[in-house]
């Protein structure tokens, strides 16, 4: 069945460095990746989305890459602030359907 | 503009009781999903709808949960005969096209069954 995984550790890191988390997904060949953002108690906001046939994708401080033969994306926030810590989400999407998978998430907390 | 809105968003239901959640897409948008997330869990898919069709319900159980998109009005998550199992957050999402755009979230409902 498909399967998708984020380290479900807490990473911390200090502010200005660059916070990369990982995302790992098998048994499948998702058409797209999306990460989100998400703070306690509130619904997930769309971060960045990322095609199957592009390599990498950026917007502002975020980067995501997409790698179809690792069956992996990495997803950096550089220059990292306080305010970036939350929890961040993958999601995929095969195509075919309209759902999105989600891994469980990991927390990123950046500190002074 | 205002986001997804889902009502209410705390909601105290006693073992065997109904639960009602209600969702008002983005204005605009025609595509409604619904996801559970269970503490320490991920957002789980239930159900996607259009205006008046459920297009896919793969991750509906199958008894006790219905869902709904009528022509006027918002979506409608009901949960017959609650039981502690059903305490979770759920969240709307709302898309303007099927399947390729990002998904624009509610703030969502916190349901706990007592």
């Known amino acids: 069945s498909q399967k998708i995984e984020q380290n479900s550790e807490a990473l911390n890191i200090q502010e200005g460095k660059t916070a990369t988390l990982t995302c790992n997904y098998t048994?499948?060949?998702?058409?797209?990746l999306q990460w989100y953002r998400q703070d306690p108690g509130r619904g997930p906001v769309f971060l960045l989305l990322i095609r199957e046939n592009e390599k990498e994708k950026r917007k502002e401080r975020l980067k995501v890459t997409f790698d179809t033969t690792l069956k992996q994306s990495l997803f950096h926030i550089t220059a990292s602030q306080p305010a970036d810590s939350a929890t961040y989400l993958c999601?995929?999407?095969?195509?075919?359907?309209?759902?999105?998978?989600f891994g469980t998430g990991t927390r990123l907390q950046v500190t002074l | 503009n205002a986001g997804v809105m889902q009502n209410p968003r705390h909601l105290v239901r006693r073992r065997g009781q109904e639960a009602r959640l209600r969702c008002s897409p983005m204005k605009g948008h025609s595509h409604v999903y619904w996801y559970r997330q269970l503490p320490e869990e991920g957002l789980k898919f239930m159900v996607y709808?259009?205006?008046?069709?459920?297009?896919?319900e793969s991750g509906m159980p199958k008894e006790r949960f219905s869902a709904e998109f009528p022509k006027e009005g918002p979506s409608i998550l009901r949960i017959q005969q609650v039981v502690r199992g059903d305490s979770a957050a759920y969240f709307c999402?709302?898309?303007?096209?099927?399947?390729?755009?990002?998904?624009?979230f509610g703030p969502g409902t916190r349901l706990t069954v007592t």
């Open positions: 999402a709302s898309s303007p096209a099927s399947g390729v755009d990002e998904q624009y």
């Open positions: 709808l259009q205006k008046e069709n459920i297009i896919d």
């Open positions: 048994n499948y060949s998702p058409a797209y």
């Open positions: 999601a995929t999407h095969t195509g075919t359907a309209s759902k999105l998978t």
